[in-house]
């Protein structure tokens, strides 16, 4: 029998299945359990917190003078600049009004009252580059000096604060995944000289009925030290008990309007395409 033949009798039901055939289903059927098994593992791969959520008690980063602020660092040639000092033209408020914060010499401030802000654009998996500063005239303590945020698809919060000679809870500090992670240290230059947070990126992913499959991930360098390596993200960063929901594959970048001068600038992203596991 030609294997044309054999193909064809199968077709017509004239044969039982090959060996290879039987072998082949038991194949796909085996690949497509160990995908459901993975795909459920990764959804429960969310570690169990090992602290209350701003838990007073939980160790403070250890101190790293990180060394003289630089110049602004160049975007590379791929990158997609947010913020060059100039406008404000790719942001806007919560409303999708214009960004009202302060312009000036090539940085943009956080105006009391104007609200957060975020960029027109959506995002996902990412590398972004930021630089900001706190106020140089020293006022407050704690959360309420020189906080600001810079959120990763408007819902997981990198802190901005102020954390210079300055306590607070660990999980709160500059560059803390808020409320999550401390920083691994505590880079932060003073308050007045320029600070950058490079940070990489991947979003989270949910299957086709909006469930969690995958949780986000982040890297982030403070001043070029690591702050966080891979860090799995529990879930949106202003909850207590954070839950995943399901949100698109691409949201803003925001920075937060805490009611602090805080500036930023040199603002740019390169997106990373293709390099996570689907
Ligand atoms: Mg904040």
Redesign the pocket.
Known sequence: MTARHSLQSAINGKVRPTKIARNAIFLISALTVVSVVVALAAAQSIPKPEWAVHDMNRPLPPVVDPGPAGPPVPAPSDAVVLFDGKDLSGWADAKGSPALWKLENGYMEAAAGTGSIRTKRGFGDCQLHIEWAAPAAVKGEGQDRG???VYLMDTY?V???DSYNNKTYADGSAAAI?GQYPPLVNACRKPGEWQAYDIIFYAPRFDKDKKLVTPARMTVLHNGILVHDNAVILGPTAQDEPQYAYHPDRMPISL?D?GHPVRYRNIWIRELKDCFAK
């Open positions: 906080n600001s945020g919060e802190q901005v604060l808020y937060q805490h």
